[in-house]
């Protein structure tokens, strides 16, 4: 399950990686959580270490600093 500021661009994300089989990136996403925002990079890489038709994918959150308060407590 994802969190629901970056659902679409996991989903779309994973979508081009699998049609591409290469490595996607989303940069600079926000995420708010209890008040915070937290900018984040999203990767999406095939594993292709399982073989070619695997439809493993290793995904990462990277985070972009630390959180900031959010927009509900500006």
């Known amino acids: ?3 629901k500021d970056i659902r679409l661009d996991l989903r779309t ?6 049609q591409s089989g290469e490595t996607v990136m ?8 209890n008040g915070e925002t937290q900018r984040i990079n999203l990767v999406v890489r095939p594993v292709r270490e399982l073989g070619e ?3 493993l994918f290793m995904v990462v959150f990277q985070e972009l ?3 900031r308060p959010g927009r509900a407590a500006q």
């Open 53 to 55: 038709q695997s439809g």
């Open 1 to 3: 399950m994802a969190h």
């Open 26 to 33: 989303r940069e600079d996403l926000a995420v708010e959580s």
């Open 65 to 67: 600093g630390p959180s």
């Open 13 to 18: 994300a994973i979508h081009r990686a699998l």
